[in-house]
C-alpha cells in the first residue's frame, strides 16, 4: 500500500502541473460532446434496415447511451469524480463563461441542498416523456439545455467557477453518492495543512468551491488535481472503499443525499427503466383507455402533442397520445413514491430498532451500492438492446446481470452488517433483517424486469 500511495501522490501532483494538458483534453471532449449531440438531430431518422456501422444517428445513440453514460456512472465508482474535474464538458463550459462573466455571486435561493433532487428527477421524468435515449432531438434538448443553462450560470455568478457543478447540475448529487465508494480520494491532513502555513504552492483555484483545508472524503471533491500536494497536505491515496460509507455520520450525510438515493436514484430510475416492459404499466393504460372511451372523453387518446412535449414521431410509428403521458407520469411517480416511501421506513425502522435513531442516515447511505448497481444495470440496457440490433447474441448478459445485482446486494448487506457491529445481537440481527428487507425489495424490482416479465 505505500508503495501505491506513493505512486498515486505523484499522479496527483502530475496533475497539477499539467493543468493545461487536462483542460487541453477536456476542449476535445467538448468538441467530441458537441458533434455527438448536434449533428444526428439535424440528420433525418434512420430507416428500419439501418445500422451502427452505416448510419451516424445510430452510432452516435451507441456511444451516447450505450457507452457514454453507463461508464461514466462506472468511472465514478472507480476514480471518484474524476470525470466532473477532468472531463465534463458541462463543468469545463461553466468554468470558461464565468472568467467573462458578471461575477454577481450565488443567490442563497439557489444554493438550496435539494436542487440537485429535484434536477435529477424532473430529467428522468421529462427523458421519458420524450424518449431521450431513442432520439437524437430529445437528447439535444435535455443535454443541449443544461449545457446552455450551464453556460448562463457561469456567467452570471462566481468568476473562475463552477458554480452550476456545485449547486445545479441534474447528476451532481448522483455523482457524490457514488463517489463515496470509490478506492481513490484526494485526502487532506488538515494538521499538516495547519503546521505548513507558509505558501509553498500557489493557492489552488477550486472550482466546486470548496474548503480544501477541511475536505474529508470523495463525495465533493471533483478530482481535478489542481491542489495535490498544497502545504504537503492533500494526497492522493488508495482507501478502502467502504470507508467513507462505514465513516459517515448523520452530519456528513444530509437528508437530501438519503431523499435522493432512496427516491431517485432506486425509486424513481427503477420506474423510468421499467414501464417499457411493465405489465402493471400496460393494465394501467388499458383501464383508462376503456374508462375514457366509456365516458366518451376520447381527447387523451389523441397522439398530436408536440414532440418537446410527448414523443411525436410518426414517421417511426411512435408517438404517444396524451393518455401514454399521463400513465408514463402515474408510474414513475408511483414507483418512487411506494418504493422510496418502502425504504425510508425500512431503515428508520432499522435505525429505531439499533436503539440511535440517528443511525438512520448512515444506514440509509448503505443501500449506495445498490442504487448505484441500479442505474448501471438500467443504462447498460439499452447498450445490450443496440447490440442485439446488431445481430450480436449476447448469451452472457444475463447470468453478467445477476452476479453485478447479487454483488451489489451482499456489499450494501456488508455495510449494513458493519454500521451496526457495535450493537448487542438483540438488536444488530432484527435491524440487519430490516435491511436485508430492503435489499430484497429492490432485488425484486430488478429480478421483475429482466427476468420476471
Not at 176 to 189: E, K
Request: charged letters at 15%; aromatic letters at 12%.
Amino acid at each position: 500500500m505505500p508503495h501505491l500511495n506513493n505512486w498515486l501522490q505523484r499522479l496527483g501532483d502530475s496533475m497539477r502541473r499539467h493543468g493545461a494538458t487536462i483542460r487541453a483534453v477536456q476542449w476535445a471532449v467538448v468538441l467530441f460532446y458537441a458533434v455527438l449531440l448536434v449533428v444526428p438531430a439535424l440528420l433525418p431518422l434512420p430507416d428500419s434496415q439501418a445500422r451502427m456501422v452505416d448510419n451516424l444517428t445510430l452510432l452516435a445513440q451507441f456511444l451516447f447511451w450505450g457507452l457514454w453514460w453507463p461508464f461514466v456512472l462506472l468511472s465514478i465508482v472507480l476514480f471518484g469524480r474524476l470525470w466532473c474535474g477532468v472531463l465534463c464538458p458541462e463543468g469545463a463550459l461553466s468554468e470558461w463563461a464565468s472568467r467573462y462573466g458578471k461575477g454577481l455571486g450565488m443567490p442563497k435561493s439557489l444554493r438550496w441542498a435539494g436542487w440537485p433532487t429535484l434536477a435529477f428527477c424532473l430529467t428522468t421524468i421529462y427523458g421519458q416523456l420524450i424518449s431521450v435515449y431513442d432520439y437524437a432531438q430529445a437528447a439535444l434538448l435535455i443535454l443541449g439545455g443544461s449545457t446552455i443553462a450551464a453556460v448562463i450560470v457561469g456567467l452570471l455568478f462566481a468568476r473562475g467557477k463552477r458554480v452550476w457543478c456545485r449547486y445545479l447540475c441534474p447528476v451532481s448529487g448522483v455523482f457524490a453518492l457514488l463517489a463515496r465508494l470509490a478506492p481513490v480520494h484526494f485526502q487532506v491532513d488538515e494538521q499538516r495543512w495547519l503546521a505548513n502555513a507558509g505558501p509553498r504552492l500557489p493557492p489552488p483555484n477550486c472550482a466546486p468551491l470548496l474548503d480544501i483545508r477541511r475536505l474529508r472524503g470523495a463525495a465533493d471533491c471533483h478530482a481535478c488535481g489542481r491542489c495535490s500536494g498544497q502545504r504537503d497536505a492533500v494526497r492522493l491515496i488508495a482507501r478502502s472503499s467502504n470507508q467513507e460509507i462505514l465513516q459517515s455520520t448523520s452530519s456528513s450525510v444530509s437528508s437530501w443525499d438519503v431523499r435522493l438515493l432512496l427516491f431517485g436514484v432506486i425509486g424513481l430510475a427503477m420506474g423510468a427503466f421499467q414501464w417499457t416492459v411493465s405489465p402493471w404499466f400496460i393494465a394501467l393504460k388499458q383501464a383508462l383507455a376503456q374508462w375514457l372511451v366509456a365516458h366518451d372523453w376520447l381527447w387523451p387518446l389523441q397522439d398530436d402533442a408536440p414532440w418537446w412535449l410527448l414523443t411525436h414521431y410518426p414517421q417511426a410509428n411512435d408517438s404517444f397520445s396524451w393518455l401514454d403521458g399521463f400513465c408514463i407520469l402515474a408510474y414513475l411517480g408511483l414507483s418512487a413514491l411506494l418504493l422510496g416511501t418502502s425504504l425510508t421506513l425500512l431503515m428508520r425502522l432499522a435505525a429505531r430498532i439499533s436503539g440511535d435513531p440517528a443511525q438512520y442516515w448512515p444506514l440509509a447511505i448503505t443501500l449506495t451500492p445498490l442504487g448505484g448497481a441500479g442505474l448501471f444495470l438500467g443504462l447498460s440496457a439499452t447498450t445490450v438492446k443496440l447490440l442485439r440490433y446488431e445481430g450480436l447474441l449476447l448469451d452472457w448478459v444475463q447470468p453478467a446481470r445477476a452476479a453485478l445485482l447479487i454483488a451489489a446486494i451482499g456489499w450494501s448487506l456488508w455495510l449494513g452488517w458493519k454500521r451496526l457491529e457495535q450493537m448487542a445481537p438483540t438488536r444488530r440481527v432484527p435491524a440487519m433483517a430490516c435491511l436485508a428487507l430492503a435489499c430484497g425489495l429492490v432485488g425484486y424490482g430488478w429480478w421483475l424486469q429482466f427476468w420476471g416479465w
